[in-house]
Each structure stands twice: as C-alpha cells, then as structure tokens.
C-alpha cells in the first residue's frame, strides 16, 4: 500500500510529532503521529492501520493506478445518477443590481408555453421514462416572475415521475423578493426543495447593491421572507462581496439570528466575490471587484468570511470532490428559447452553444476542451479532486476561451489547511457534507 497522490500534510505546531493528514478525494482527515505516517510511506503498517487508512482514502494500492482512475473518473456509467438541467425561465428582474452578471442580455424575455412544452415532453421521454431521477433548477433572470410556467413544468413532470417511480425535485435560484411563505408552500407541493437567496451583507449595504429597478431597497422585502420560508424550504444563503465590503457582511448573520433564525435550519451560507458581467474580458490581474482566486485579499476574505459563518453557527460547504458541470453528462443548462448550453455563464458565448430541445445535445468534446486537466501536471496534483480544472467561466474571462486550466494551486496553498483546521475547531457546527 502506498500513501494517495491526494493527500496534503500539515504538521501540528502545538503537537509536536504529531500530523493532519487530509484526503481531497474523501474529504476525510486523521491526526497521524510521525512513526505511523513514516510506516505508511513505507508500507510497513499493520494490517488493521492499513484497512482504516485505505477506507479513509489515505492508502492506495497503487498510485500510477489511482490517477488513471481519475483521469476516467466522469466516464464511469453512473445508472442511478439523475439529470440535472438548470431552466432559465427568463432573463427579467426587479432587481436592478449594477453589477448583474447578465446585465448585456437582461430583458423581457420570457420562456413561451411552446417552449415549455417542449422542454416537458423530451424530459419525460428522455429521461423519466427511462427510469432516471431528474432535478431541475429554475433560474433567470428571476424565476418566480415566471411562476406560471414552473408550475406548467413542475406539475406534469411530477406526476410523470410519480407513475414512474422515480425521483423528481426542483428548486430556485432566486432574489427571494417573491418568495413568501404562501409561493414557497404551493412550491413544495410541487416538488420544490430548496432556493438559493442573496443578501450583500447588512441592510443598507445591501440596499445599495441589489435595490429594486424602482429604487428602492430590497433588503427587508427578502428578510421577511427569509424568516417566513426557512422551516418549510432547506435554503442556501449568499452574498456578493468586493474587497471594501466583506468585513461588513457577518452583520447580515448576526440580523438573521436577532430575528430568530435557527441556524442549524438553514441549508449553508457560501459568499462570493462579484465577478465581471457576462462577455466583458478582464486581464489576468482582476482588480478588487473580480472573482480571483489568486489575489490575497480574496483568499484572506474567503477563509476569513467562512470562519464568521460558522463561528456563528450556520453552515459552511466543506472543500470535497467537485467538478465544473462541463465535465458532468448529466448536467445541462437550457434556456429560455431552448438552448443547450453546459454552464448558465455559456449563455453570452453563442458558440458554446450545444443543442436545443429540438435538436437534441451535440458533441461538444473538443469545443468545451473536455481533457484540458489530464494532463500528468494536472493528475500528479494532491488538489485535482478539489478541481478538475477549475471553473471554465474565468477562462473565459480571462482570454475569451476554454483554452487552459484555471489552476487552483496556489489557492489551495494558502487556504486549504486553514480550512481544514476551521472544520476541526467547530466541530459541533452543521457542515455541508
């Protein structure tokens, strides 16, 4: 047995002789002493050590062995694994962000009922008749402005489903402005199972940042329904920083709980840096308004923001093996006239078009560049798990093509262990698994 290429060691400064050892493949860590992490270099460990390392993803048979079954790791027929279709139902809001990422193709454009038809018969055909799980998302724009068309969606293909005998859930990513608890109850009659919601940070910051196209701020609007919905819907609360604001965001969390909320019953918290609007190049040096994950002051903010969240109590996504959706077969974005596109950021690149409800999915192998990470750089690296890489949209940003990896090394560097060492020191906190 031999130790995994993705593994990270952190020696334990107020443990001398002691080590974190952490897997990026099973999200798993162990505190290992010297002797034993030197006996499994070796592979001189006993028998039962080797059976507990090995189903934690810390041993490996082999290791040229272990990359290879990354390097096929989405090729693996997964019989059970469900179809999930983000559904852009519109791109109108009543939201008037400044820095919408779909501000050059926001409109009143809405899906039609022809569309919505379509999109329901080749769902069921193709996929719940043939016994596969499906999970939509309906996205926008914003979704509920479309509430119409989602129980047109929602309805048949639960009911298709339910004859089946398969599984069949959606949920919203959505300004929670309408999502109040009579919407949210009829919603999960449906199927709905969760929503994403953003506030950027306190009230009047995120007044400023996300008010109504009439002006007016949309913060209790949205905290309102927050505290009406999140014991009938799991939800998953965000935000938008940049680099003058973030230190002001934990204050949304402390209005959260000063209302009652329990965190241990919201779904997570996540924050993300804004990032350019959809089309516009950006040199590789993003300024401080940009989604970077190389600049300091954003890997300074991320870990700092995650560690406020959970302090707090609320729930914070772990680090774990993932994937950009170019790579997953299963996961596809259609939008509002029926396009195929692999990822909601695609929508501005016309060429990245690969399909429609009528023409059915194209082979978009080379276009999207599917093998860009493997690469023996890319398969030797202890964070490809974490990876694959990376995100395909800030390629794009950055020279206007899926032509390199977004590599994620030095990120990872910087914030990994600091991470990890968070999950260690809350323990008692709700995580997202």
Not at 144 to 166: F, H, N, T
Not at 369 to 385: I, V
Request: proline share 6%; glycine share 8%; net charge neutral.
């Amino acid at each position: 047995m031999q130790l995994s290429t993705y593994l990270k060691i952190y020696p334990c400064p107020d443990q001398p002789g002691m080590n974190l050892v952490y897997s990026t493949v099973r999200s798993s860590v162990v505190l290992l002493p010297d002797d034993l992490l030197a006996a499994a270099r070796e592979g001189s460990l006993p028998a039962e050590e080797q059976e507990v390392l090995t189903r934690l993803g810390i041993l490996t048979p082999e290791r040229a062995a272990e990359q290879q079954r990354m390097r096929t790791i989405f090729d693996i027929p997964r019989p059970n694994a469900p179809f999930n279709a983000t559904v852009v139902l519109n791109l109108d809001c009543n939201l008037a962000c400044p820095y919408c990422y779909e501000a050059a193709f926001r409109g009143r454009r809405y899906m039609s009922a022809a569309t919505a038809g379509l999109l329901v018969a080749t769902i069921r055909r193709e996929r719940i008749d043939q016994g596969q799980p499906v999970r939509l998302t309906f996205y926008g724009g914003e979704p509920l402005l479309s509430l119409d068309l989602i129980r047109a969606i929602a309805r048949p293909l639960r009911a298709a489903a339910e004859k089946q005998g398969v599984a069949f859930s959606f949920s919203l990513v959505t300004n929670g402005t309408l999502l109040n608890r009579a919407c949210a109850a009829e919603l999960v009659g449906l199927g709905l199972s969760g929503a994403k919601i953003t506030l950027d940070g306190p009230a009047e910051l995120h007044d400023r940042s996300r008010p109504f196209v009439s002006g007016r701020g949309s913060y209790a609007a949205i905290m309102r329904n927050v505290v009406e919905v999140y014991d009938i819907v799991p939800l998953q609360l965000g935000g938008n920083y940049t680099r003058d604001n973030y230190r002001q965001f934990p204050q949304m969390l402390d209005d959260l709980l000063a209302r009652g909320i329990d965190p241990a019953r919201v779904g997570t918290v996540l924050f993300a840096p804004v990032i350019p609007k959809a089309g516009e190049r950006v040199p590789s040096d993003f300024n401080s308004g940009c989604a970077c994950s190389y600049e300091p002051w954003l890997m300074e903010a991320g870990v700092w923001l995650r560690e406020e969240t959970i302090r707090r109590g609320f729930p914070a996504p772990k680090p774990k093996l993932a994937a950009c959706m170019v790579e997953l077969e299963n996961d596809l974005v259609i939008d509002h006239e029926g396009s195929f596109f692999k990822c909601p950021a695609f929508m501005a690149y016309p060429q990245l078009r690969i399909g429609s409800l009528a023409e059915g999915i194209g082979d978009y192998a080379e276009s999207h560049n599917l093998a860009l990470w493997k690469t023996e750089e890319c398969l030797a690296c202890a964070y490809l798990p974490l990876c694959f890489g990376g995100c395909r949209q800030l390629t794009l940003l950055r020279s206007g093509g899926i032509d390199a990896v977004d590599c994620r090394r030095e990120y990872y560097d910087t914030v990994l262990e600091r991470v990890v060492r968070q999950d260690l020191a809350y323990q008692g906190t709700k995580q997202d698994a």
